[in-house]
């Protein structure tokens, strides 16, 4: 008989959580923040990024090579079938991703379309503040305790820009 161990304390019970039913995608979310808030030191698994699905790459070399014989058995035709849809299956992954390609291009350069234009109308619209402060100096209407004159040399002028 093995010899008689002291009794265990009891285990620490813990505190009943009432149970909230969400009743919208907002208060699930606003639940599972509070329930990952209530321990902040313990660490928040964070899933990898799954691998996009690709299909099996044909093989080198196929041995099963069909013919056109009449002499066919019973299975040939399920393995032909298999063969076919799996070509056909990797032909659409190739054109899908030929098309993925094609709109990330497309949006790439939309992106920079769009920054070109952005900076074009700053650029304009930086002119068009400097030339008026420039007005302003000219015509004397700003006080030179406010504004500081820096005079710039473009293009073998000398300008006066107010920074």
Known sequence: MAAPSAPRPPRPRKEPQPL????????????RLERLMRNPEKTV???EKLNEWAPRPPPEFVRDVMGSSAGAGSGEFHVYRHLRRREYQRQDFMDAMAEKQRL???FQKKLERNKMIAEEQTAKRRRK???FRNKLLWK??????H??????????NTVAILV
């Open 20 to 31: 909230v039913i969400p009743r919208s995608a907002a208060e699930e979310q606003r639940l």
């Open 45 to 47: 698994p964070i899933p």
């Open 104 to 106: 990330d291009e497309e």
């Open 129 to 131: 503040r400097i030339g």
């Open 140 to 145: 004397g209407l700003c006080k030179v305790a």
């Open 147 to 156: 504004c500081h004159v820096v005079t710039k040399v473009h293009n073998t």
